[in-house]
């Protein structure tokens, strides 16, 4: 019984060595492997009880082997915007290319910490080996659209239409005159002072808006009191607003807002300076300055000067390149120059990452041992940044691998001893009797 028990230990312990030499193997070869994580044998003896206290049984050992997920590799630079890594814990969620053509829009999600996305054809971010990137939506995230966080049902794929163009228009203009003082005064002529300030409508036309700025001619003195009208060239010069404005004259806050009146349309508001004022196809938020404020309108002894003139919109726009910040928000940079965030990115985490079950091209997927998912903001809770331009390598150390590669074979070899020394014992009893 001990001499076979001998012989059944150095069988395990060749089972067990051939085992961590089939994960060193890997290792080495994968040692150049973006996200690659360094696969792991473990031994455990067994123990046998024997049938005296005077006899020993050999157990031997087993081998158990585990993926070390949470060993994170170097970060490198690179020169793609979307080329993403996690700076500590945490996973990126993809999909399968393949299933972007399911009627059902049901998407397999797998994790992975890396990967250097591109877009296609169909605008898709995808790697070379078919992993779609998956993200929400901004524009849902903009209307305050509350996602559940513990299932990855509510990831779309990330699509940021390269080949299209994009509307930009106006929402905004902040307007700042000045307005000669003189004209307020009794004796002055009255007539009105006109500019006009370009917008982008929703398809991008260029539109108008006409700003009339009418004095109050008092009998005697001065009123420090203007009439603004604005009008609307879109819709034919039509009046969408009238206000009517009035300055300081005192020795402290001279030539600034002191009142805005409003006459017709929508009211305005001392704590922005603005109102919303209605265009042909929505509305413009028009600031015209606050109570007070040297920035905004004013009127001082000089002439009639836009002082300076502040709006967003562009005409027709398409993409110029994108980038990625460390909160995970995908933003598309265009060539009109400005910025708009497309989707944001969360990063995935599970209490147990060693649990997950590795697939093929780094990913891995949900198990028991891992544990629930949960989704978070890059960068919050127990979750790494997102870097763009970043790449991680593999987390072999070549090294510690040939190393570990010496030791097994000699291991290898001091077992297959043992069998051989097992066998000539058995020769031996098997001579006694000739």
Do not use: H
Not at 384 to 391: A, H, I, K, S, V
Request: aromatic residues 6%.
């Amino acid at each position: 019984m001990t001499i076979s028990s001998s012989l059944n230990a150095g069988v395990s312990g060749l089972s067990s060595n051939a085992s961590k030499l089939a994960t060193i193997s890997d290792n080495i070869a994968n040692s150049g492997t973006y996200g690659y994580k360094r696969a792991q044998t473990d031994f455990q003896s067994l123990v046998m009880t024997g049938n005296s206290n005077s006899s020993y049984v050999a157990g031997g050992v087993r081998a158990t082997n585990m993926r070390m997920v949470d060993m994170q590799g170097p970060l490198i630079n690179t020169t793609n915007a979307t080329d993403l890594a996690i700076d500590g814990r945490g996973f990126l969620a993809v999909t399968d290319v393949t299933s972007l053509n399911d009627p059902t829009a049901s998407f397999p999600i797998s994790l992975i910490t890396t990967g250097s996305f591109r877009p296609d054809s169909d605008g898709v971010l995808r790697t070379a080996t078919g992993q779609v990137l998956m993200g929400w939506p901004a524009s849902l995230l903009d209307d305050n659209n509350a996602f559940a966080r513990d299932t990855l049902a509510s990831l779309v794929p990330v699509e940021v239409g390269s080949n299209q163009y994009v509307a930009n228009p106006t929402t905004s203009i902040s307007l700042a005159v000045n307005l000669p003082s003189a004209q307020s005064t009794a004796g002055a002529s009255g007539d009105p002072l006109a500019i006009g300030v370009e917008y982008f409508a929703n398809l991008c036309e260029s539109e108008s808006l006409n700003f009339e700025y009418t004095p109050e001619v008092p009998v005697a003195g001065a009123s420090n009191a203007w009439n603004m009208t604005v009008r609307d060239g879109a819709q034919a010069d039509a009046i969408v607003g009238s206000y009517r404005l009035e300055f300081n004259s005192s020795q402290v806050a001279g030539g600034t807002l002191l009142n805005v009146t409003t006459l017709f349309g929508a009211a305005y508001d001392p704590a922005t300076g603005g109102m919303d004022v209605p265009v042909a196809g929505g509305t413009i938020n028009l600031n015209v300055g606050k109570i007070g404020q040297i920035d905004g309108t004013t009127q001082l002894s000089t002439g009639f000067t836009p002082v300076s003139i502040g709006k967003n919109g562009t005409p027709v726009a398409s993409l110029s390149s994108m980038t990625v910040d460390e909160s995970g928000n995908l933003y598309a940079i265009y060539d009109q120059g400005f910025t708009r965030r497309l989707y944001q990115i969360p990063v995935v985490d599970v209490p147990n990452p060693n649990g997950l079950l590795a697939t093929d091209n780094q990913g891995y997927r949900l198990s028991v041992e891992s544990g629930p998912i949960y989704l978070w903001n890059a960068g919050e809770g127990p979750t790494g940044n997102m870097l763009g331009f970043t790449r991680e390598e593999s987390s072999v150390d070549v090294a510690t691998e040939l190393v570990q590669l010496i030791q097994t074979q000699r291991a290898y070899s001091s077992n297959a001893k043992v069998i051989q020394a097992v066998d000539e014992m058995l020769q031996e009893t098997n001579s006694i009797k000739r």
